[in-house]
C-alpha cells in the first residue's frame, strides 16, 4: 500500500519553511542537547527488556525518531536505518556509525525503508499538529515486515496538578498569557512541543495495515505515564 498522507511538515518543507518540530529539535541539538531521560537508565534498560525477550534476534530495525542514538548505548544492530529530522544530530551519527543508514526527514513524509522491526520511542508526544501524527503511524505500518514498537504517552501528564502548575508557570514567564491560562485549567499540550493524545484512538493507522496490538506494556515504578506497545503483522 502506498501512503499518500502529506503532511503539514512537507507543505512546509515544499515552502521552504521549517516545522515546529524540526525547529525544536535542530536548535536543541545544536545547542548540545540529548536524547532525553527515556534513553538512559532504568527506563532504558526495562524497553530493552521487553524487546529483546519478544523479538528473538536483536537484527534489522528502522528506527524512527532515532535521536542521539544513546537508547543504543552505541551498539547498533547488524542492518540499522535511523530516521530523524535534525540534521545535526544525524550527521553526527552518520560520522559514528558509517556502518548504518541515516535519514533526515519529517517523518511523516514516506520513505523506501523497510526492517523486521519497527520502533518509535519517545517520539509521538512531541508531534504537535494531528496530520503529522497521522502521517508518522502509518508510515510505520508501511516499514514493517513484522514488529512495530511504539513508546508513548498512555496517560496525560497536564492532568497532574503540579504539571499544570509548572506549564502555566513557564508560559507566564514567556508573556504567553492566554495559554498560561489554559494550561492551568487542565490540557493535552505544553503549547509546546509536547502533546498528549489517547494512542489507542489511532493505533488503527496501523491494525489496518494488517498488524494486531497484541500488547500494551508498562512499568509505572520506573516511568509513569509511558507504556510500550506492540504491534505484529499478522500471518497472510
Ligand atoms: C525524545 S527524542 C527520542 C530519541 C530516541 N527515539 C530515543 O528513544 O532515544 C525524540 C526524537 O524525535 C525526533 N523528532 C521529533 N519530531 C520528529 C519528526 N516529525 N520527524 C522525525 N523525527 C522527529 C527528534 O529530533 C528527537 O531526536
Not at 139 to 167: A, I, K, M
Not at 191 to 202: I, S, V
Request: glycine share 8%.
Amino acid at each position: 500500500m502506498i501512503s499518500l498522507i502529506i503532511s503539514s511538515s512537507e507543505v512546509d518543507r515544499v515552502k521552504g519553511t521549517a516545522s515546529r518540530e524540526e525547529n525544536y529539535w535542530e536548535g536543541h541539538y545544536a545547542a548540545g542537547g540529548v536524547s532525553g531521560e527515556g534513553s538512559v537508565g532504568a527506563i532504558r534498560q526495562w524497553k530493552w527488556d521487553q524487546i529483546r525477550s519478544i523479538v528473538g534476534e536483536v537484527d534489522d530495525f528502522v528506527d524512527v525518531g532515532c535521536g542521539d542514538l544513546s537508547f543504543w548505548d552505541d551498539r547498533l544492530p547488524p542492518v540499522y536505518t535511523g530516521i530523524d529530522i535534525s540534521e545535526t544530530i544525524v550527521a553526527k551519527n552518520r560520522e559514528r556509525h558509517p556502518e548504518a543508514t541515516f535519514i533526515v526527514a519529517n517523518a511523516a513524509v514516506p520513505q523506501t525503508v523497510s526492517g523486521r522491526i519497527v520502533l518509535c520511542m519517545d517520539m509521538l508526544f512531541h508531534i504537535m499538529d494531528d496530520e503529522t501524527y497521522r502521517g508518522i503511524l502509518t508510515n510505520l505500518g508501511q516499514y514493517s515486515r513484522e514488529w512495530v514498537f511504539v513508546y508513548t504517552w498512555h496517560n496525560n501528564p497536564f492532568e497532574d496538578q503540579h504539571s499544570r502548575r509548572y506549564v502555566a508557570r513557564k508560559l507566564i514567564r514567556k508573556g504567553r498569557i492566554f495559554s498560561s491560562i489554559k494550561a492551568r485549567a487542565g490540557s493535552a499540550t505544553d503549547f509546546d512541543y509536547q502533546t498528549y493524545r489517547r494512542f489507542e484512538d489511532y493505533a488503527p493507522l496501523i491494525t489496518d495495515q494488517g498488524f494486531s496490538l497484541v500488547e500494551t506494556r508498562s512499568e509505572p515504578a520506573i516511568e509513569r505515564w509511558g507504556a510500550l506497545y506492540v504491534f505484529r503483522r499478522e500471518s497472510r
